[in-house]
């Protein structure tokens, strides 16, 4: 079947992805290329994590964060793990749970607040992950992992751009050759600085928050963003 | 190369000697694969006392091989610890990717996955898409829910573009913008999305704006016979029901819609006796009872699915040869009132002739399958005299099914935030 329909012609672009900023979407078409290279950057950032061969990552995403998440599965296939996928709906945290009570999980990436609340509220938190080494979580799930006594690290979805924490948790990376991440008066922006099919400059992105560049302990250069 | 309505002629259109031959090939391999990787199967087929050289054809594999259920395998997993039910027939390291079911009724169960190119579930539905009419260039929406897998891969790999929208309920105001502006050739429908677009209906032209689409796919739950109409007459969107082909994938209706398809290169379906292991004939309702043939990773070899189905191998009007299938219930979601049987189907009727609750949206609420009262929790569409409302739903369903019910009311929305699953709206719910 897989033969069949790689010999069909692709489509000009591979998707189009939008972004929201208070009540203002904004689309943005996406290229082949640059799949390729956001999967090879989620790679470098999930080995900061340990993630290799062997590896158990659950991913809770929905699908129409497939720009974001998208190269992150790419990524845990090409290092040899293996994903789990959950949805992201707090009465679907059952799901999340399943995983992480039956698999030795290495990561949960993408954990959201509507899970985190959920699994809270029935007191299975710090139980079900306390033996997670790595949980990205978004901005939202922080405080309730905080509350159950759990360090997550940060995955944010900066506009177009994938924003991840690393074990140094001193902001989270973006890709330097793709974006510039700035910050204005009324918070950051972001510019496209990579060749991708989303030509944008000085994006306001609704979000506090402060960006911190030169080296990091972990090795990278990518510049690092705190948000709040 | 696939063709103006077949994705893969040879194998969609496969007289039947060939398919049968194709499965027996498989299900020879597959036997003697799963007895010497997999510890579940190795232990229910020496309990039985079989051994793989003892399976030579179809007949023997009917015969010999015993059925497994969902507690089967749940039960191993209880007392060995197993994550996988003792399914897995590879390194834990070979696989690629965990999804799961749906999880309406109890925790979700794994699927372990090994692939290269896309996921085996979505990948499964190249043929259906085809079917449906989609072809390389068209947009497509992105389906709201993960659990299954990320389609994406799939739609780009067909040449389509796909449109990361959220699509799950609540968010439709927002997608028909985007409808309105890409003109999109597909998208996923699920029960709760066809009740907030009946709501949008009021201030949008569903009918213009829906004259994009190809197709629309609709899965997790029976489509209620009002939604139904509504939907292809008012709306004018051509639906492709799909459901589950016993965990091994899915089955789709083709353009025909008489039946559902089951891909024979990819299960081996029995269909038989709810009680016993005796095929039944075609126009009865039996339990689907299937094989998967295209699954080194855990495949489910005899697996009684609890879906009771009616099923034909004659061939369809699309000319496909495959068997069809047409889903009669739920083993199981018969509730038996003082001895009386009271069955999904016919409470369904009787709650969407109300026109306050035309949504169809329901849930019988038991403690076991045999119970003492029947109690039906029901969505309404508010403002409504309740009180009335609840005494001519009784009655409604007591001329159905001959015992008259305790009603408990909840607004429509209500109703919808118990959702526990992306997939499947439960029918029948633990009191």
């Known amino acids: 079947m897989a033969a ?12 189009i992805g939008r972004f929201h900023v208070e009540e203002r979407v904004t689309e943005f078409p996406i290229g082949w290329e640059e ?10 950032q999930l080995a900061r994590w340990g993630v290799d061969r062997g590896s158990y990552v659950l991913v809770t995403a929905a699908v ?11 990524a845990v296939r090409l290092a040899g793990a293996t994903f789990g996928m959950a949805d992201t709906f707090g009465w679907d ?17 993408g954990l959201g607040a509507a899970t985190a609340e959920a699994l809270s509220d029935s007191g299975q938190l710090a139980d079900l992950f306390g033996g997670v080494p790595a949980i990205l979580a978004h901005p939202g799930a922080h405080p309730v992992l905080a509350g159950s006594g759990l360090h997550p690290g940060l995955v944010a979805f900066l506009g177009p751009a994938l924003a991840v924490e690393c074990p140094q948790r001193a902001g989270a990376h973006v890709n330097a050759a793709e974006w510039l991440v700035q910050e204005s008066a009324g918070g950051l922006c972001i510019s496209v600085v990579g060749p991708r099919a989303y030509r944008a400059q000085r994006v306001p992105l609704g979000l506090p928050g402060g960006v911190v560049t030169g080296p990091c302990e972990c090795g990278s250069m990518d510049p690092r963003v705190r948000l709040g | 190369m696939p063709g103006d309505r077949y994705f893969q002629p040879e194998i969609e259109t496969m007289p039947r000697a060939g398919l049968t031959k194709l499965q027996t090939e498989r299900i020879l391999e597959l036997v003697p694969y799963a007895y010497e990787r997999s510890p579940f199967y190795r232990e229910m087929w020496d309990a039985a006392g079989v051994r793989p050289a ?27 610890g197993d994550p996988f039910g003792g399914l897995l027939c590879v390194e834990p390291a070979e696989l690629t990717s965990i999804t799961s079911s749906s999880g309406t009724t109890n925790d979700p169960e794994f699927f372990p996955e090994m692939w290269d190119a896309q996921p085996p579930l979505p990948l499964a539905s190249a043929r259906d898409l085809w079917e449906l009419g989609l072809r390389p260039g068209d947009r497509v929406l992105t389906p709201a829910g993960s659990f299954r897998g990320f389609f994406d891969g799939l739609y780009q790999m067909l040449g389509l573009i796909p449109l990361y929208v959220d699509t799950w309920m609540g968010n439709w105001a927002e997608v028909l913008d985007a409808i309105r502006e890409h003109r999109p050739a597909y998208v996923q429908l699920l029960g709760p999305i066809i009740i907030e677009l009946e709501r949008l209906a009021a201030r949008h032209d569903l009918r213009e704006l829906f004259s994009c689409f190809k197709g629309a796919s609709f899965a997790g739950q029976p489509l209620a016979p009002r939604q139904a109409r509504m939907v292809r007459e008012q709306w004018g969107l051509e639906l492709f029901v799909y459901t589950s082909a016993g965990d091994t994938g899915t089955a789709w209706e083709c353009r025909e819609h008489d039946g559902y398809h089951l891909w024979e290169d990819m299960v081996f379906a029995e269909h038989l006796a709810t009680d016993g292991q005796h095929l039944v004939p075609g126009g009865d309702v039996g339990e689907l009872v299937a094989t998967s043939l295209d699954d080194d990773a855990a495949p489910l070899i005899r697996y009684r699915s609890e879906d009771l189905v009616r099923m034909t191998k004659g061939p369809c009007g ?31 009727a009787a709650v969407e002739s109300i026109p306050e609750t035309a949504d169809g949206l329901f849930q019988i609420i038991r403690r076991g399958r045999e119970v003492d009262e029947l109690r039906i929790r029901v969505g309404y569409e ?50």
């Not at chain 2, 399976?55 to 007392?79: C, E, K, M, V």
């Open chain 1, 4 to 15: 069949e329909a790689t010999a069909l012609p692709r489509a000009l672009i591979a998707g």
């Open chain 1, 35 to 44: 799949t390729d290279r956001d999967a090879v950057w989620a790679g470098r």
């Open chain 1, 64 to 74: 129409w964060q497939g720009p974001w998440v998208s190269p992150v599965l790419r």
């Open chain 1, 93 to 109: 945290a059952r799901r999340t749970a399943t995983f992480a009570s039956r698999l030795p999980l290495s990561m949960i990436f």
């Open chain 2, 54 to 80: 003892d399976i030579r054809n179809l007949d023997d594999f009917t015969q010999r091989i015993p059925t497994i259920t969902r507690d089967d395998i749940r039960a191993f997993r209880a007392r060995t």
């Open chain 2, 318 to 348: 699309c000319g496909r040869t495959h068997s069809r299938m047409w889903v009669a219930g739920r083993k199981g979601d018969e509730t038996v009132v003082r001895g009386r049987p009271v069955v999904i189907g016919d409470v369904w």
């Open chain 2, 382 to 431: 508010p403002p409504g005299d309740v009180a009335g409302l609840a005494g001519r739903l009784a009655n409604a369903i007591e001329e159905r099914v001959g015992v008259l019910p305790e009603i408990l009311l909840e607004t429509v929305e209500e109703i919808l935030a118990r959702s526990s699953s992306v997939a499947k709206f439960p029918r029948v719910v633990a009191r």
